[in-house]
Nanobody, 120 residues
Framework: QVELEESGGGLVQAGGSLRLSCGAWGETLFRYRLGWFRQAPGNDREWVGSLMWSGSATTYADSVKGRFTISKDNAKNTLYLQMNSLKPEDTAVYYC?????????????WGQGTQVTVSA
């Protein structure tokens, strides 16, 4: 069992930056995959990017590649999403998620989400 809690959302102007954090509690994350998703009003939930907790390689959606960076602090059991050059279309509720082995498209644990609003 893993509990996740996001923080760091808010209102920012286009071109600005925000850093989201996701604290994790419970099982050791060593074999888990951790990731960020987002959901804008009227849209399906969209995968933003993810990494394996035991490694460092990250993958990103094309829509955020080059602007967003996922990182982690193993000691703090915290996942981060650094968002730069934000656009109004990045406005969404951002969710942190964890996926335990065997990995699948249905992630196992979710945070409650944090709102990010980018004004034009």
């Amino acid at each position: 069992q893993v509990e996740l809690e996001e923080s760091g959302g808010g209102l920012v102007q286009a071109g600005g930056s925000l850093r989201l954090s996701c604290g994790a509690w419970g099982e050791t994350l060593f074999r888990y995959r951790l990731g960020w998703f987002r959901q804008a009003p009227g849209n399906d939930r969209e995968w933003v990017g993810s990494l394996m907790w035991s490694g460092s390689a990250t993958t990103y959606a094309d829509s955020v590649k080059g602007r967003f960076t996922i990182s982690k602090d193993n000691a703090k059991n915290t996942l981060y999403l650094q968002m730069n050059s934000l656009k109004p279309e990045d406005t969404a509720v951002y969710y942190c998620a964890a996926d335990k082995p065997p990995m699948s498209s249905a992630w196992d644990y979710w945070g409650q989400g944090t709102q990010v609003t980018v004004s034009a």
